[in-house]
């Protein structure tokens, strides 16, 4: 499967002030209990798997705050025959007087989660739980064509299809060869301008890092998670060059000046 990481790590505070709701139930069988919690004192939501032995009958509008949370793939109540999932956060539950804090530090936080077209920002995750992002090779990148309501490729005045954004498809070279695992491809969206701009001299084999990291949750049969980035940052490959024939004399010459 194309990037299927397990979890993300998420910053519970950079999602926002957080003030508890209620309990409900979710999940396949509906028997999973969950604290619901108002966002910036707005009706926006979260649902939040909280830890063992967790208060449910405190107040509505108890400020909470979370730690160590993460986002799984859930399994969807609806859809489960095709595949469906649901982005699922889970995470430690606490009053806002308590002293403890993530396990992981700030700049770990490295990424961000999104929603929508629009990629709507809803918190801070960790890349490294998903990739290296030094460890990405790529081998291949296609175009992404723009649909209408009716999945229709969309076409200019001209009559060619309108690109929305490239797929740029890597292997995580840590994990190559290792005929085991079918989970090791990468894939990373980046916006149409800046990937013609980056594609020139780019071949197989070439390492890049991306910038500006950005996780959507998709949850169907094809990946769990859709991943954008601003750019990509070639590395260069340092190459140890032999010496020149004038380089070979010039090292003789000093060893020769050494022994006398």
Request: glycine letters at 8%; proline letters at 3%.
């Given at each position: 499967?194309v ?134 090779v790529?081998?291949?990148?296609t175009p ?43 894939r ?34 094809a ?38």
């Amino acid at each position: 499967m194309v990037n299927k990481f397990g979890s993300l790590s998420l910053q519970g505070k950079s999602i926002g002030k957080l003030t508890f709701a209620g309990r409900n139930l979710v999940g396949a069988n509906a028997d999973v209990a969950v604290a619901m919690l108002n966002v910036n004192n707005t009706l926006n939501t979260e649902n939040v798997t909280p830890q063992a032995g967790f208060d449910f009958s405190i107040a509505f509008g108890t400020p909470l705050k979370l730690i160590d949370a993460k986002i799984i793939a859930g399994t969807a109540r609806s859809n489960q025959r095709n595949g469906a999932r649901v982005a699922t956060k889970t995470g430690t539950l606490l009053p806002m007087s308590d002293t403890a804090t993530d396990t992981l530090p700030e700049e770990d936080y490295d990424a961000v989660f999104v929603s929508g077209k629009d990629k709507t920002v809803h918190g801070r995750v960790r890349s490294a739980d998903a990739f290296d992002s030094h460890d990405l090779v790529l081998f291949r990148v296609t175009p992404n064509y723009k649909t209408d309501n009716r999945g229709e490729v969309v076409r200019d005045d001209y009559d060619e299809p309108m690109i929305s954004n490239y797929q740029f498809n890597f292997i995580q070279q840590s994990k190559s060869g290792d005929v085991g695992n079918d989970d090791n491809i990468v894939r990373i969206l980046v916006d149409s301008a800046e990937s013609e701009r980056l594609q020139a001299g780019l071949k197989p084999g070439d390492k890049l890092v991306p910038q500006g990291l950005k996780f959507a949750f998709a949850g169907n049969d094809a990946t769990d998670w859709t991943v954008y980035a601003d750019t990509l940052v070639v590395v260069e490959e340092r190459t140890q060059e032999k010496p020149t024939s004038s380089q070979n004399k010039t090292i003789n010459s000093k060893a020769s000046t050494a022994k006398d």
